[in-house]
């Protein structure tokens, strides 16, 4: 079992920056694949970003990528998502997310979820 909690989020200019964090509880945390999801007002959940179970593999959604960096700190049981030169379309819930699984971008392969933080950036 592992327990998520994000924070991090909140109201930011565009061309901005926030650094989402997302502790986890259990023992076993390493050995999980993280990732991060996220939901705008009226839409789906979303892929954005996700990272091996040792930090060495990292992959982010196109929209995202030069822009946001996903990272770990196994040591800490903490994954990070530092997001820069924000955009008003990155506006949304962020999730992270746990998966047993080697690797994974579908967020039906994600057993554990946090409750989320909400991102919110002005024009």
């Known amino acids: 079992q592992v327990q998520l909690v994000e924070s991090g989020g909140g109201l930011v200019q565009a061309g901005g920056s926030l650094r989402l964090s997302c502790a986890a509880s259990g023992r076993t945390f390493s050995t999980y694949t993280m990732g991060w999801f996220r939901q705008a007002s009226g839409k789906e959940r979303e892929f954005v970003a996700t990272i091996s179970w040792s930090g060495r593999n990292t992959y982010h959604e196109d929209s995202v990528k030069g822009r946001f960096t996903i990272s770990r700190d196994n040591a800490k049981n903490t994954v990070y998502l530092q997001m820069n030169s924000l955009k008003p379309e990155d506006t949304a819930v962020y999730y992270c997310?746990?998966?047993?699984?080697?690797?994974?971008?579908?967020?039906?392969?994600?057993?554990?979820w946090g409750q989320g933080t909400e991102v919110t950036v002005s024009s």
């Open positions: 997310a746990a998966t047993p699984l080697a690797w994974g971008i579908d967020s039906g392969k994600y057993d554990y």
